[in-house]
């Protein structure tokens, strides 16, 4: 029997990452030798320090629910974060505590949604903004990344993108998949044309602010106070503190979206996981040296990386500045990226993710993550040196 379902639900896509992810635990289980290079998460442990502050929540009995918007202590605790880091001062009445950082773009795009109205998002970029978007009824208008440009955003194509319709734009640095930044002198320049249309509302998604190899390299939209009422924050403890499975992130949110962010967190959660959230104040009030060896680890193995791509036919790769992954182009090899996914992982058994899956603009580029061990890196790069020696792309893909 089929079943009826709201039909905005076929909108939805997917994250094909977690796709290959299952894809390749099934190859393991077959005895296959498979390396990840595919998901984006940190191959780092908690650090002790946030894990024994959950526990001691829990024995504590920090068992119940919390305000929607989350305990008083963590917006405190994030308002003197971002104080610290991005020397802005915000109000903790306009944080929100969420289970990750997904909770932001899906209420900021349900928000701004909705028939006739269009939104701007980076492609390649995220696949959930993209997904979103469409179930909302919105029109989703790409905003072309090219690494002719080392995936810089095209500040007159964006321009020429906005009309009367546009609601939202979507920004993304460091970002998923391509590891670019927005530098400063570009982010000036954005401003100024977001100035131009004050109607037009800005998602700033910070998830890696803080995995950055340059120091003063990365940039926020909080900064500029001409945007403080139209701008919304995405960011989180998942990519810095190797937190991803604890589902906690935040929104800094203009004074009028508080209310309704608040309202959207009681219809769907409630209130984010009470004794994690005092794990997260002990993120951000701990010590930070987890952070640095992290970074300074995941530095190493981007540069790895960069050398190692850029010495196999057919591929061109710039140099990551933030994140943990590498977007080269595999266009030189004469195979789509979708072939050059399955290539890797089932003769190969690396496991990377296609430039598609990050949009129509991906075609071409294949991302693979750093964030996994040199060892693993230097094994999978020794197979591809081993395949190639005896074939080619274009073979291969017979």
């Not at 894809?23 to 191959?43: C, H, M, V």
């Not at 992130?249 to 508080?258: F, T």
């Not at 949009?359 to 580029?365: D, F, L, Q, V």
Request: proline content about 4%; hydrophobic content about 35%.
């Amino acid at each position: 029997m089929e079943v009826d379902i709201n039909p905005n639900l076929s909108r939805l896509g997917t994250e094909n990452a977690f796709i290959i992810l299952g894809e390749a635990e099934k190859l393991k289980k077959q005895g296959k030798s498979i390396i990840n290079l595919g998901i984006g998460q940190p191959d780092f442990s908690t650090p002790d320090h946030i894990v024994e502050a959950t526990i001691k929540a829990l024995k504590d009995g920090k068992h119940g629910y919390t305000p929607a918007n989350g305990i008083l202590e963590l917006r405190e605790a994030v308002a003197k974060d971002i104080l610290l880091r991005r020397k802005v001062s915000v109000s903790p009445e306009n944080i929100l505590i969420v289970p990750g950082g997904k909770v932001t773009m899906w209420h900021t795009i349900l928000i701004f949604g909705g028939k006739d109205k269009e939104i701007i998002y980076p492609n390649p970029g995220f696949p959930i903004y993209e997904s979103v978007i469409n179930y909302t009824g919105s029109k989703a208008i790409p905003m072309k990344l090219d690494s002719k440009n080392n995936f810089n955003i095209d500040i007159s194509n964006l321009k020429n993108l906005i009309n009367k319709k546009t609601s939202l734009i979507i920004f993304n640095s460091p970002s998923n998949p391509t590891g670019g930044i927005i530098s400063k002198k570009d982010m000036d320049k954005i401003v100024e044309v977001l100035e131009e249309n004050p109607h037009v509302n800005i998602l700033s998604d910070e998830i890696y602010s803080r995995i950055i190899y340059e120091k003063e390299c990365f940039n926020s939209f909080l900064s500029y106070a001409n945007l403080k009422d139209r701008l919304i924050i995405l960011d989180g403890w998942s990519k810095t503190y190797a937190m991803t499975g604890w589902r906690i992130g935040y929104s800094v949110l203009p004074k009028s979206l508080v209310k309704i962010s608040e309202r959207l967190n009681i219809n769907s959660f409630s209130c984010t996981n009470a004794a994690i959230q005092y794990g997260a104040i002990a993120a951000l009030e701990g010590p930070q040296s987890c952070v640095d060896k992290m970074v300074n680890t995941f530095d190493k193995r981007r540069k790895m990386i960069f050398s190692e791509l850029n010495k196999l036919d057919g591929f061109n790769c710039d140099l990551s500045q933030g994140a943990f992954y590498s977007m080269p182009s595999i266009k030189d090899t004469g195979l789509t990226s979708e072939q050059m996914q399955n290539i890797l992982l089932y003769k190969l058994g690396i496991a990377t993710v296609s430039g598609t899956s990050f949009g129509k603009y991906g075609e071409g580029y294949l991302r693979m993550s750093y964030a996994s061990s040199e060892e693993n890196i230097n094994e999978a790069f020794s197979r591809i040196k081993n395949f190639t020696n005896v074939t080619n792309w274009i073979d291969a893909k017979n």
